[in-house]
């Protein structure tokens, strides 16, 4: 167990809808990052956050939008949504100062039908 | 970010040390070594990281060339539970919260009973 939650675990949704995914990070750590992972894409990054403020850009699409709030937590918000958006999404956390050692949740698993 | 090359897969004995090898052959002097690896659909895990001296954690030993053009992950007594795929990545260290992770393809390790 990392110490970063994620939920829901499961999610299906149908095409051009709209849904959030949660995270909270471990206790302590002041930086989140989101990233995708499909089956002919592999594990990209999307997204960092850092005590609030968005901190760097991977290839996250327009539709999607990240914010992370004064609680740390994280929402991943997806929307329009694509048959090829469908994925698996982790958020990961890490200690202030360290690089890159970070700490991974369970992932939520998007299926868009 | 220097490119790290590893074999798509590799098979070890249960038991047996199983030695997995990342070349990094363009790797700058300020660029650090990691490893993570990711059980089936599991959130990746981090294992171990270094810079230019060999370290050991619970985990695992990590052995970088003099020449730090390539590196060694050893896990000393494979179990089933270490059959995932295994990421090499070399980063540039930095404290300024931004150290997104790009990974790769990885090795597939299959551990036989």
């Known amino acids: 167990d990392s110490g970063v939650t994620q939920t829901p675990k499961h999610l299906i949704t149908a095409t051009g809808q709209r849904v959030t995914l949660r995270c909270s990070p471990r206790?302590?750590?002041?930086?989140v990052y989101w990233y995708q992972q499909s089956l002919d894409q592999g594990l990209q990054f999307l997204i960092q956050y850092y005590n609030g403020e968005e901190r760097a850009k991977g290839n996250i699409l327009e539709r999607f939008s990240a914010q992370q709030f004064p609680d740390l937590h994280s929402e991943l918000n997806l929307s329009s949504l694509e048959l090829g958006d469908s994925a698996l999404y982790f958020c990961?956390?890490?200690?202030?100062?360290?690089?890159?050692?970070?700490?991974f949740g369970p992932g939520t698993r998007l299926t868009v039908t | 970010d220097a490119k790290t090359t590893q074999p798509p897969s590799m098979d070890c004995a249960e038991g047996r040390a199983a030695n997995l090898p990342c070349n990094h052959s363009?790797?700058?002097?300020?660029?650090?070594v990691y490893w993570y690896r990711q059980i089936h659909s599991q959130g990746p895990q981090y294992i171990i990281h270094g810079l230019k001296n060999n370290e050991t954690n619970e985990m695992a030993s990590l052995i970088i060339t003099e020449d730090r053009k390539s590196s060694t992950l050893i896990l000393p007594h494979a179990t089933l539970r270490d059959t995932a795929v295994y990421y090499c990545i070399v980063r540039v260290a930095t404290n300024f919260g931004n150290e997104k992770l790009t990974f790769g393809t990885g090795t597939r390790l299959t551990i036989i009973p």
């Open positions: 363009t790797i700058s002097g300020n660029e650090y």
């Open positions: 206790s302590g750590d002041l930086s």
């Open positions: 990961a956390s890490s200690p202030t100062g360290t690089s890159y050692e970070q700490y």
